[in-house]
Nanobody, 126 residues
Framework: QVQLVESGGGLVQAGGSLRLSCAAS????????MGWYRQAPGKQRELVAG????????YYADSVKGRFTISRDNANNMVYLQMDSLKPEDTGVYYC???????????????????WGQGTQVTVST
């Protein structure tokens, strides 16, 4: 069992930066993929960034490409999301997710992920 805890959210002005952290209670090395999801008020939860177990493959939603960077530190069981050039539409609750499935794609469905954190609020003001 893996428990995930997010931190680093907060209030930032448009154009600013935040770095989200996800700390895992167990080893994330065996998790085939980790992802950061975002849920804005009244909207479905969406994948904004994902990374495979070795860190060599990443996924970004079109809306965040070039502004967000996902990374993972397997030795310390951490996953990060560096968010730059933030926009008001980036506002939402950000969730860290992890999964160990060997079938399906972690980039296509949130149901691929087995483990979820409680989320951290990010608010970007104009």
């Amino acid at each position: 069992q893996v428990q995930l805890v997010e931190s680093g959210g907060g209030l930032v002005q448009a154009g600013g930066s935040l770095r989200l952290s996800c700390a895992a209670s167990g080893s994330i090395f065996r998790l085939n993929a980790m992802g950061w999801y975002r849920q804005a008020p009244g909207k479905q939860r969406e994948l904004v960034a994902g990374i495979n177990s070795g860190g060599g493959t990443t996924y970004y939603a079109d809306s965040v490409k070039g502004r967000f960077t996902i990374s993972r530190d397997n030795a310390n069981n951490m996953v990060y999301l560096q968010m730059d050039s933030l926009k008001p539409e980036d506002t939402g609750v950000y969730y860290c997710a992890g999964g160990s499935r060997t079938f399906g794609s972690p980039w296509l469905s949130r149901f691929w992920y087995e483990y979820w954190g409680q989320g951290t609020q990010v608010t970007v003001s104009t």
